[in-house]
């Protein structure tokens, strides 16, 4: 009794109080951003190494919030993913990514993709794949060119995954999974889904020059990529020895700050140039 009260007692520390308070205004002025027009979207570049070429792009969302200045998404799509926000604002990130792909295809950036980030909650939306379908004759992109990020743990619903995988697929888009190797993976399972592309996670990439548990597990990864057909790109790329394995491991594809952080939309013509000089 002495110990549930001390837990009450816990909640309603003043400290606790400034913490929640803090979250409801975060979330009343989330419920406005949409409309607010506070979103923007950066684009990173995805290199393939062995032409040096920017094959596609991922998009990732930016809040600019007018007292606060930039907040992380870290920090907000949890929120948005609690109370159901994420469904019209990831509509809009499919909406804007995919117009601005069709913009840079008809700049002459036509053999770029794009992707983008799905959350839990929109894999389990009614009406996804319809949307979809509604955006890319919309935005008159190829289905192709888009790509749909999912994690390993919102597949833990089989039947789920593989109906709505399938559905995608038919459509036409890509899919890959994100932050591969850090959540529930089944190979049973991995098999079955029809996955375009695996992401191996930046953890894994950090410290694998000097890591060799790391360096097995990427070594893996990009072995069980080429025996299932998958492509695979690795995130977080900072330095040129991580670089260096990654290509004698042959994972062709890359994404990192060493190639460039995620841009605004008028940067990419510039950094098309760039990138393919080096
Ligand atoms: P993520 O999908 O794993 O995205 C990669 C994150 O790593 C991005 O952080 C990116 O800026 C950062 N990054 C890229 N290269 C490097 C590098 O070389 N070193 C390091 N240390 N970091 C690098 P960001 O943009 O802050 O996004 C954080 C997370 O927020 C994303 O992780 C994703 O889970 C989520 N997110 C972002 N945009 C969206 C969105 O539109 N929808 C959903 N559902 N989630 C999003
Ligand atoms: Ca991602
Ligand atoms: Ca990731
Ligand atoms: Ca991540």
């Not at 803090?22 to 570049?45: G, I, M, T, W």
Request: glycine fraction near 4%.
């Amino acid at each position: 009794e002495a110990k549930r009260e001390g837990q009450r007692f816990k909640r309603f520390h003043p400290t606790m109080d400034k913490q929640l308070l803090e979250r409801l205004v975060l979330e009343h002025d989330l419920h406005k951003a949409l409309s607010r027009d506070e979103f923007l979207v950066v684009y990173q570049p995805q290199i393939d190494v062995h032409t040096g070429q920017i094959i596609s792009v991922e998009a990732l969302i930016r809040w600019n919030h007018p007292v606060r200045g930039w907040i992380s998404p870290l920090h907000f799509i949890p929120l948005a993913e609690e109370n159901g926000l994420i469904v019209p604002i990831g509509e809009w990130m499919l909406r804007t990514a995919c117009r601005q792909l069709k913009e840079w295809h008809n700049q002459g950036f036509t053999s770029l993709g794009v992707s983008v980030n799905l959350s839990m909650r929109q894999f389990f939306q009614q009406d996804l794949v319809d949307m979809i379908d509604r955006i890319l004759k919309e935005s008159k992109l190829s289905s192709p060119y888009l790509e749909l990020e999912i994690t390993e743990s919102m597949t833990m619903n089989v039947n789920h995954t593989i109906d709505m995988l399938h559905k995608l697929k038919k459509l036409g888009v890509k899919i890959a999974v994100d932050d591969f190797g850090t959540g529930y993976s089944s190979l049973l399972y991995l098999k079955e889904f029809p996955i375009d592309r695996l992401k191996i996670d930046r953890s894994f990439i950090r410290d694998v020059t000097t890591n060799k548990h790391d360096a097995a597990i990427i070594s893996m990864i990009v072995s069980i990529a080429n025996h299932l057909e998958m492509e695979v790109i690795a995130e977080g790329v900072e330095h040129v020895d991580q670089l260096d394995f990654l290509w004698e491991q042959q994972c062709r594809q890359v994404q990192g700050y060493l190639f460039s952080p995620p841009i605004l939309p008028e940067q990419l013509p510039l950094h098309f140039h760039e990138i393919q000089k080096r």
